[in-house]
C-alpha cells in the first residue's frame, strides 16, 4: 500500500512506545521522516515504512476523499 497522498495536510496521531505520549503531525512529516526524538521521554526512534502504512491505513479508514 502506499502513502495516500490525501492525508498528506491531515493530523495524524502516533503514540510513543516507550512513554505511550501522543503526538500529532501532518502525514507529510510522517512521509518524510525516519527518525524522531519524542519530546516527553527524550528517546530517538525509527519509524519504517511498514509502520507508516499501519499509520497511514488508522487514519485512511475515519478520512473520506
Do not use: P
Not at 2 to 25: G, M, P, Q, S, Y
Not at 40 to 49: D, F, W
Not at 53 to 65: C, G, I, P, Y
Amino acid at each position: 500500500m502506499a502513502l495516500r497522498a490525501a492525508l498528506n495536510d491531515v493530523d495524524l496521531e502516533f503514540k510513543c512506545v516507550e512513554c505511550n505520549h501522543t503526538f500529532v503531525r501532518k502525514g507529510s512529516w510522517f512521509k518524510v521522516i525516519s527518525t524522531f526524538k519524542c519530546q516527553a521521554c527524550g528517546v530517538m526512534r525509527r519509524l519504517g515504512y511498514a509502520e507508516k502504512v499501519t499509520l497511514f491505513e488508522k487514519h485512511s479508514a475515519s478520512f473520506r476523499s
